[in-house]
């Protein structure tokens, strides 16, 4: 059983994170994700404080890897606008919704602080950036500068989010992508048009 | 205790809505509703089947409580651009959420097409009032035509749930209201100046 415990150890995150986003918090025992994860209770408790602990690691692994994504695309080629439309027209799971903006759903992860934290730092973040590129296209002569890069922002990572609870209230991913098309149009006359 | 039923099952619909905007259904157990209500399990069974009958009871009552209040203020006085702006800018309890966008996020109410079925209903009913509101002002010339009414409804109903989600994020209703006047901001190239 030697090497075994890394393994686990990492059966155990992605067992909570799938539960996490299926369940939520308070829908996730640790007996179902000793089950998942095809580990016993000794093994979790061998990792893990308990499940407050274990839910820690993984929370902060799906709100890594969700601000990871956005920044690479923040950060990739083309223009501020094509930077925002690629961000804006990702092909998202849309009827899983978010597994970050779900947890907001789970009162004991906004009770407890710790837990809360990378929820709340991830959203932050992904503002933050997304405003820096409206400011940055309205500095270039990409977008009308009258356009407010924070409250823009935050309006723009809102649709996101709230097209995933109207995908899912339909059952239908069509609803997120018109939510993405409504977004992309009400930004379409801030563009100016070059030549 | 004659005349008392009407009053106990009202407390037991009152508790479960309250239960459920709270905790969601998952997090929800019949003790905690009867405990809150007020009411013994006989008077809980009396009344309701058993919980999925009561959260269905509570979760239409929700449902019909967010559609009249939208239609209301659709059908209120001004321009369709006063009213469209009335339903963004309506001051909404930011940090507890929404009470029926939050139950996307139940995979119990979502698996269950009786308990969705008044989710769904409310987000398709007022997404189609707010885009007849779009194409009415688009039809007077107080909105700019290109503006597709559908997919605009549904970015700004989404901007209103999302708003929810980066509020209860950031423990801070003032990201609702960020999000609200971002769309405000989005929205206002589209409109058409009189004289």
Redesign the interface.
């Known amino acids: 059983m030697y090497g075994d415990g890394v393994d686990t150890r990492e059966q155990l995150i992605e067992s909570a994170r799938e539960l996490l986003w299926?369940?939520?918090y308070?829908?996730t025992s640790p007996k179902a994700i000793q089950q998942r994860a095809g580990a016993g209770q000794g093994s979790m408790y061998h990792h893990f404080r308990g499940k407050p602990d274990l839910a820690l690691a993984a929370i902060r692994r799906s709100a890594d890897e969700m601000r990871a994504r956005a920044e690479a695309e923040f950060a990739g080629t083309g223009t501020a606008l094509d930077r925002i439309t690629a961000y804006l027209g990702r092909e998202r799971a849309a009827l899983r919704?978010?597994p970050v903006?779900?947890l907001?759903?789970?009162?004991?992860v906004?009770a407890d602080p710790e837990l809360?934290a990378p929820?709340?730092e991830?959203?932050?973040r992904v503002?933050e950036q997304l405003a820096a590129l409206v400011a940055e296209g309205s500095a270039n002569g990409e977008l009308?500068p009258?356009?407010?890069p924070?409250?823009?922002?935050?309006?723009?990572?809102?649709?996101?989010?709230?097209?995933?609870?109207?995908a899912?209230?339909?059952?239908s991913a069509d609803?997120y992508a018109?939510?993405?098309?409504?977004?992309l149009?009400?930004?379409?006359?801030?563009v100016r048009k070059e030549g």
Do not use: I, K, S
């Open positions: 299926e369940r939520g308070v829908g919704g978010c903006g779900r907001t759903q789970d009162p004991d906004m809360r929820v709340e991830t959203f932050t503002t009308d009258r356009l407010d924070v409250a823009t922002a935050t309006a723009l990572v809102a649709v996101l989010q709230g097209g995933y609870v109207l899912r209230a339909a059952g609803v018109r939510a993405v098309d409504g977004a149009g009400l930004l379409a006359p801030h």
